[in-house]
């Protein structure tokens, strides 16, 4: 349990309610999945408004579950919203989404979603 992820801001915003933990985590299965779809596709189809938007939609949720790559996830969203067309940001990307499909998978094990 939380190898891939924290909880601590989490338990600290729902003060503890576990039922509110639990809604929370569901809401991070449900939003970040797409956010994250959306993200890679973007960024594959060179789309550097809608990287920007998804990646920054992420940002907070991202931040919220201490995921380890809040400052990766800002480059992946600077390199839309600045469209940096001379940088390769499929690397950093690599590196975001790797995080978010462990915290999903992981997750949905804790929380048995």
């Known amino acids: 349990m939380e190898q891939h992820y924290k909880l601590f801001r989490v338990r600290e915003l729902a003060d503890n309610d576990e039922s ?3 809604t929370l985590a569901e809401a991070f299965l449900e939003e970040v999945s797409v956010d994250a779809e959306r993200l890679k596709k973007a960024v594959a189809e060179k789309d550097y408004h809608d990287a920007y938007q998804a990646a920054h939609k992420m940002k907070p949720t991202v931040d919220l579950f201490e995921l380890g790559v809040l400052d990766t996830l800002i480059e992946v969203q600077d390199w839309g919203k ?13 590196i975001v989404m790797s995080a978010v499909d462990k915290a999903l998978v992981e997750i949905k094990s804790d929380f048995n979603l």
């Open 20 to 22: 509110f933990i639990k």
């Open 82 to 94: 600045f469209t940096k067309t001379d940088v390769d940001i499929t690397d950093k990307l690599q």
